[in-house]
C-alpha cells in the first residue's frame, strides 16, 4: 500500500477564515512533506517533518502553521491567508531508511483563498 | 536559478512508438534522480529514480539513462500507450540527510500520447 490520503479535496476560504488541510499514511514512513504547487509550476517544498519533528521549513509565512501529530498524520494550519496563497497543496511521504528515497504523493487539496 | 531544468513543456508521441523526456540539472551535489507522472487534480506518482552511482535503470516500460558529464538524463517509454498520456516531472536531490532530502522539480513535460 502506497497511498498517502489528504483531506479535503477542494477547499474554500476568506482571508480571515482559520482551516485545516490533513494528511495521512500508513506505510510507517518517519518523513513527510508539504508542498504547495501552483499551475504550471513544479511543486515547491513548504515543510519537512522527520521522526515527528520539525526538520525542514522553507522559510514559509507563518500563516502557515505546521503540525504532525503523530507518525502518520500530518496537518497544515491556515489563517489569515492571501488571494495569491491559492494553490495545490500537496502531501507526501518516505522511509528514512538509507537507500529508500522516493516521496509517495497524496492527490492534493485545492485551496482558493477569496 | 532554475537547477534542473526540462526545456520541452510539451510533447506528442504517436502510440506504440518511443517516447523521450529530458532533464538537466546544474548543481554537480546532485547524487539522486527520480521521474514522477502527474495526471490533472491528482498528485504526483513516483515512476522510477536512479542513483549517480548508476547510468542505467530499467522497470517495465520504462529506463532511466544518466548521463552525469553532461549532467542530463532521460526517461525513455517503449511502447508508449494512450494511458502515459500525463506531465512528467523530474527531481534531483543531493542525499546530505538520510530520509528528508529535499526534492528539486523541473518545470516538468506534458507529454500526450496519439492513438
Known amino acids: 500500500d502506497t497511498e498517502v490520503t489528504q483531506t479535503p479535496k477542494h477547499l474554500v476560504m476568506g482571508m480571515t477564515n482559520k482551516k485545516s488541510l490533513k494528511c495521512e499514511q500508513h506505510?510507517?514512513?518517519?518523513?513527510m512533506y508539504w508542498y504547495k504547487q501552483k499551475a504550471k509550476k513544479p511543486p515547491e517544498l513548504m515543510f519537512v517533518?522527520?521522526?515527528?519533528?520539525?526538520?525542514i521549513n522553507e522559510s514559509v509565512p507563518s500563516r502557515f502553521s505546521p503540525e504532525c501529530p503523530n507518525s502518520s498524520l500530518l496537518n497544515l494550519h491556515l489563517h489569515a491567508l492571501q488571494p495569491e496563497d491559492s494553490a495545490l497543496y500537496l502531501c507526501?511521504?518516505?522511509?528514512?531508511?538509507?537507500?529508500?528515497?522516493?516521496?509517495?504523493f497524496g492527490p492534493g487539496t485545492r485551496l482558493t483563498v477569496t | 536559478d532554475q537547477q534542473v531544468k526540462q526545456n520541452s513543456p510539451s510533447l506528442s508521441v504517436q502510440e506504440g512508438r518511443i517516447s523521450i523526456l529530458n532533464c538537466d540539472y546544474t548543481?554537480?551535489?546532485?547524487?539522486?534522480f527520480l521521474w514522477y507522472k502527474k495526471y490533472p487534480a491528482e498528485g504526483p506518482t513516483f515512476l522510477i529514480s536512479?542513483?549517480?552511482?548508476?547510468d542505467k535503470n530499467e522497470d517495465g516500460r520504462f529506463t532511466v539513462f544518466l548521463n552525469k558529464s553532461a549532467k542530463h538524463l532521460s526517461l525513455h517509454i517503449v511502447p508508449s500507450q494512450p494511458g502515459d498520456s500525463a506531465v512528467y516531472f523530474c527531481?534531483?536531490?543531493?542525499?546530505?540527510?538520510?530520509?528528508?532530502?529535499?526534492?528539486?522539480f523541473g518545470t516538468g513535460t506534458r507529454l500526450t500520447i496519439i492513438p
Open positions: 507526501a511521504s518516505s522511509w528514512t531508511e538509507l537507500g529508500s528515497y522516493e516521496q509517495y
Open positions: 506505510m510507517g514512513h518517519r518523513a
Open positions: 517533518y522527520s521522526y515527528e519533528k520539525l526538520s
Open positions: 548543481n554537480s551535489m546532485f547524487d539522486y
Open positions: 536512479i542513483s549517480s552511482i548508476k
Open positions: 527531481a534531483a536531490s543531493a542525499r546530505s540527510n538520510f530520509g528528508n532530502e529535499k526534492l528539486t
